[in-house]
């Protein structure tokens, strides 16, 4: 009984990393730039573009976008208007998981918004952080590291330390670090965003649910479960009063609630917890999206801590398949999955197996080691 408590626990830890889902970073820097410079809202299709990726429709703002591109090179717009419609391209491409075509917009709109930052150049790290966004998207972390850094480098230069965007560069960043498992260097930049969403001038802006959500999952990993409930708890609580019961965000904390009440041992209420989160993102995103799979990959650890080895089974095979086919065989969320599946398998006696998964995530673990803090690249 103890070697299986043990493995539960070691499960848990590995199963705490799984991610804020990859809408949250695009939601949390969309914003960026919003209403400040003259650039971002040049002609008819571009703002139309901006408000169909900001409402979730990513086909029509790559259609809108699309055409802003094609106005400004064919009416020789100035540089600057092009950049701003090639980034918000990119922003949607990377939403419709199509990330060599949202490379090309970023990388095309980069050198522009360097030689053209904008005010307390904003549109410049507008653009890397959708380069991060990019990376982190492709499971690229290291790489997404980089350009959040650099972003923030020039945020934390330019901008006061209750600053909006600041606290979105040091949110995306964190989040990431913690991911990587590097708590030592998401934890101030966490604490740090949650504190500039509390000063008076932000009182009331939504985004602080990103840092708490991320704080949240970080003390759950850190074994801090009443503190990590109550961040979760906050966070729901602001996402359900503003989106409504039925939103994939507030799905987004109910997962992250029922891995926090499985940590504490009230297994039930996670069980309902987690098929509510289940139940959400399947109706409002698909069953095939990647944020299924990371709360099937929650409820498969719930039943197999209720020794219901069948179900729990079924669950964790499931989220697999799920990540593998949207997200490629050496995706970090793929070891997320396989870690509390393999403690599973030696629970039911099927050592070699198990020992194959565990050496598969920790290989994909190591492929995405981060050592120290990233250069930025340039």
């Not at 009984?1 to 889902?21: E, N």
């Not at 600057?80 to 980034?87: E, G, H, I, N, Y």
């Not at 060599?100 to 917009?105: F, L, N, P, Q, S």
Request: aromatic share 4%; with cysteine.
């Amino acid at each position: 009984m103890r070697a299986k408590s043990d493995l539960r626990r070691r499960a848990r830890a590995g199963l705490a990393a799984c991610a804020v889902a990859v809408l949250l970073l695009l939601a949390s820097s969309v914003g960026q730039a919003e209403d400040r410079d003259p650039e971002e809202g040049w002609g008819p299709e571009q703002v139309a573009g901006r408000k169909a990726i900001k409402e979730g429709r990513y086909e029509e703002a790559d259609r809108l976008l699309s055409a802003a591109v094609e106005r400004a090179r064919r009416e020789g717009r100035p540089a600057t208007d092009m950049a701003a419609s090639l980034t918000w391209r990119g922003f949607a491409r990377v939403r419709l998981d199509r990330f060599e075509e949202a490379e090309r917009d970023l990388l095309e709109a980069l050198p522009i918004r360097e030689a053209n930052p904008g005010g307390r150049q904003t549109l410049l790290t507008q653009t890397l952080s959708g380069l991060g966004i990019l990376e982190y998207n492709r499971g690229r972390f290291p790489a997404a590291a980089g350009w959040y850094r650099r972003g923030l480098s020039i945020s934390e230069a330019v901008r006061a330390p209750d600053d909006r965007d600041l606290a979105t560069d040091r949110n995306n960043l964190g989040e990431l670090y913690r991911k990587l498992q590097r708590f030592d260097l998401a934890e101030p930049l966490l604490l740090a965003a949650i504190a500039a969403y509390e000063t008076p001038r932000n009182v009331g802006d939504l985004k602080i649910v990103w840092p708490l959500n991320n704080l949240g999952l970080l003390r759950h990993q850190q074994g801090r479960q009443t503190e990590a409930l109550a961040l979760h708890r906050r966070a729901f609580a602001l996402w359900e009063k503003d989106r409504g019961p039925e939103h994939p965000e507030v799905a987004l904390s109910l997962k992250n609630i029922a891995l926090v009440l499985n940590a504490q041992g009230q297994r039930e209420e996670a069980e309902a917890t987690a098929r509510r989160s289940l139940a959400i993102r399947e109706k409002s995103l698909g069953r095939d999206h990647p944020a299924v799979a990371q709360s099937l990959t929650v409820l498969g650890t719930i039943l197999r801590d209720l020794a219901r080895m069948e179900e729990a089974e079924a669950a964790f095979r499931r989220a697999l398949e799920i990540r593998e086919r949207r997200l490629g065989a050496g995706h970090l969320d793929i070891a997320e999955t396989l870690e509390p599946y393999a403690v599973l398998l030696r629970a039911l006696a099927r050592g070699e197996e198990a020992s194959a998964m565990e050496r598969r995530a920790a290989a994909i673990r190591e492929a995405n080691r981060l050592l120290e803090p990233p250069v930025a690249p340039r």
